[in-house]
């Protein structure tokens, strides 16, 4: 098996990584007030060039899901759910969902809520259901 990937800190991607540390979710939003995810050099909507990472509140509907029962690397226990989280600013995000109760039915639109899971010197933006906050 390999090794899980970790986020690389480069000019693109550096400040999203650094904030999840830091506890805190965000998002490129361009001056024109669209948002989007994964960041790119400029707004996929209107072409702009100068957008900012603006905070995310971290709550928002299940979309979708699956249940891994065998993970791709070693180091990872499962079973464990990849999802993917609307957040409430309208942007989308693929996931994993933690700390679901096994044999806890999900169901699309399912509230959650963010629950950074913090790894090394690292961390991932990982969810939780409300309900269970
Ligand atoms: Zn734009």
């Not at 669209?34 to 702009?48: A, D, G, K, N, W």
């Amino acid at each position: 098996m390999t090794e899980l990937p970790v986020p690389v800190f480069d000019d693109l991607w550096g400040p999203f990584w650094k904030e999840l540390v830091d506890g805190r979710l965000t998002m490129p939003l361009c001056p024109n007030g669209h948002r989007f995810f994964v960041p790119e050099p400029v707004c996929p909507t209107c072409l702009s060039a100068t957008w900012s990472w603006s905070p995310a509140a971290g709550r928002g509907s299940l979309y979708s899901w699956s249940v891994v029962h065998r993970a791709p690397v070693a180091d990872v226990a499962t079973p464990y759910v990849i999802a993917v989280v609307d957040l409430d600013e309208g942007w989308t995000l693929m996931t994993h969902l933690v700390d679901v109760a096994p044999g806890r039915p999900l169901l699309a639109g399912d509230r959650v809520a963010l629950r950074i899971t913090h790894r090394g010197g690292w961390a991932l933006p990982t969810f939780a259901l409300e309900e269970d906050q």
